[in-house]
């Protein structure tokens, strides 16, 4: 197989000669398909001597097509690496306005995703996904989503560090799928005729071969006399009676194999992996279902798109006269059925095997371009970090903090003053424990947690439709939380703004309800509050800390530190911005 350059450098100059030869190549196959015609009408209507240079002047074109089609590739696969290069730079700088947001994996009843930007505009699946089918977004959406499981983690942990580490490999794959993948055709249906066990028509066999020898004895006794010409006729009606016994298996095979951009990704991708030796298990279960046969995965697929390309272009106008003088369709029949009984099972399973591969791709490529270096640390129970910050916002601007948590201090009450940073160090503690479920490195210097599972509520919205109140929609939540924590489960839960949508009375004595039932459960959390009066809830109920993010107010202006401190904010400083967007209280 050709092997392609995915180096990144000098694009402009390697785009500027492939294009020379792409454009020289162009005009000598417009000159062998010519001759192709011309030897074929002096074959039928002169001498069949010219059949000799018809055939290979189509042996000719055939190499033509194939070496362009390669340039073209390469092309492809240039313009793919021109493409990553702007998004990495886009993702770099945090504008993520361009790329897939994955609306369609939102979801208001999971239990964190939707309050922590794992979807949507400015996302993490923004910044993670590389995937290109829509079997691999579907794959590395359900990973993203998925509950805590912290030794499966820790494998893909050893597998994404192992695929960080080989960065020419991950710019092959990404590029190659980049350059030619299209979501043309179903893959489930494909899967499912690779399954369907066909029995051969064995019969067909012998007139597989009759087929071109006979043409050629019909062409060579019709010219010299020996045989009326009228003859030509009844050859082609006898070999249209065969070919229609083929004719539903070829068209069925043709709608159901995938388009060529589909065939040929999955075929570099696996030529690439072949390449590779993986010494993670993760991997190495990966492959697996590729080494099964002593044929490689990738020379499969190469005969299979050899098949394809030939059963797809069975309507062409150079195609029909040829398999009606010479019954090709018959042994394209034969070679697919052959194929299909031998490889097809095997090779019903790539894709499936291939999503998790752009899965592990996507993972590695932002593990190595923009993701956090942090040390994992172990963590009987609670969570524990250092210098902890927001993957989505950028590394230039994001303020770290230290953060501990463990059953001695099972609630921690967040306050602070508006703007100061109280949200966005949840959802930075939430989204860091998503990127440790997914095998990634947290954006800390260490990061850790025990064995929980999390929960939030932060992004609490009205629904009209449903006659949905923001207060109840944030009571289900809260409710479905409390279900969870009642049966024991070990939940780390982040409210934000607790019970919001009351009055100050209801809300102060419903939020120390709530912490006086859950604190001395499994669960611990973070609850962040505008009601300084819960803070005396730390002299009263043991389990209970206080935490909060303080702003310093000067005469036309308010600055934040956005780093948490022990202890209750001593100071607010709503009337203060409301005063600076220019609402006048009255002494």
């Known amino acids: 197989m050709k092997e392609f350059d995915f180096s990144s450098e000098q694009l402009p100059e390697k785009l500027g000669e492939l294009k020379r030869k792409t454009s020289s190549l162009s005009i000598f196959r417009i000159f062998s398909f010519l001759g192709i015609i011309g030897f074929f009408v002096l074959g039928i209507s002169e001498s069949p001597v010219w059949f000799v240079l018809f055939f290979a002047t189509g042996a000719g074109f055939v190499f033509l097509v194939s070496k362009y089609n390669l340039l073209k590739d390469q092309e492809a696969i240039y313009f793919a690496l021109e493409k990553m290069e702007s998004n990495r730079e886009l993702r770099k700088a945090r504008k993520l306005k361009s790329f897939e947001p994955g609306l369609e994996f939102q979801s208001k009843t999971h239990p964190f995703s939707n309050d922590l930007d794992l979807f949507g505009d400015h996302s993490l699946f923004q910044l993670l996904n590389h995937t290109v089918s829509k079997e691999g977004k579907n794959k590395l959406s359900r990973l993203i989503t998925s509950e805590f499981e912290l030794r499966k983690a820790s494998n893909l942990r050893s597998a994404i560090d192992e695929l960080a580490a080989k960065p020419e490999f991950l710019q092959a794959m990404e590029s190659v799928g980049l350059a030619f993948y299209r979501d043309e055709k179903s893959i489930n249906s494909w899967i ?36 009326p010409a009228s003859f030509y006729g009844v050859w082609v009606l006898l070999g249209m009676g065969l070919l229609g016994v083929v004719f539903q298996s070829l068209k069925k095979a043709g709608e159901e194999i ?62 029909i006269p040829i398999n009606l003088f010479f019954w090709t369709d018959l042994l394209l029949y034969i070679r697919l059925q052959k194929w299909k009984s031998k490889y097809g099972e095997l090779v019903s399973e790539f894709p499936e095997r291939l999503a998790t591969w752009e ?38 601007i994001a303020i770290p903090n230290d953060f501990s948590q463990n059953p001695d201090s099972s609630i921690i009450l967040l306050t602070g003053a508006n703007m100061s940073g109280k949200t966005t160090f949840m959802r930075t503690l939430g989204i860091n424990c998503v990127l440790v479920n997914l095998g990634l490195r947290p954006f800390a210097k260490a990061f850790g947690f025990g064995e929980f599972q999390l929960y939030t509520s932060m992004r609490n ?65 973070i609850i962040s509050t505008h009601d300084i009066e819960l803070a005396d809830l730390e002299n009263r109920i043991p389990k209970v800390k206080n935490f909060s993010f303080h702003s310093e107010i000067h005469d036309q202006s308010i600055d934040f530190d956005y780093k948490l401190k022990t202890g209750a904010c001593p100071s607010f400083n709503a009337h203060k911005l409301m005063e600076l967007m220019g609402i006048r209280f009255q002494n």
């Open 359 to 396: 899965m592990l791709i996507s993972l590695s490529t932002f593990q190595y371009e923009l993701g956090g270096k942090g040390e994992i640390i172990e963590v009987e129970s609670g969570i524990k970090g250092f210098e902890i910050s927001h993957p989505l916002i950028s590394p230039e």
């Open 192 to 227: 499912k005729w690779l399954k369907q066990n066909d029995q051969i028509k064995s019969w067909l066999i012998p007139f597989a071969w009759i087929g071109p020898i006979g043409g050629i004895i019909v062409s060579v006794l019709a010219n010299v006399g020996m045989i």
């Open 258 to 319: 995938p388009s060529r951009n589909q065939l040929k990704t999955y075929r570099y991708w696996l030529a690439e992996i072949e390449k590779q030796e993986f010494r993670s298990e993760e991997l190495r279960n990966a492959t697996a279902g590729f080494l099964e046969t002593n044929a490689k995965a990738s020379v499969l697929l190469e005969e299979l798109d050899r098949l394809g390309l030939w059963i797809q272009n069975r309507m062409n106008l150079l195609y």
């Open 461 to 525: 919205t009205d629904n009209l439709g449903e006659s949905v109140s923001s207060f109840y929609a944030e009571l289900s939540r809260i409710k479905s939380l409390i279900d969870r924590i009642e049966v024991g489960e070990e939940i780390f839960f982040l409210l934000d703004e607790i019970l919001k949508g009351t009055n100050t009375e209801d809300r102060i004595s419903g939020s120390e309800a709530l912490i006086r039932q859950v604190v001395n459960t499994k669960a611990l959390g």
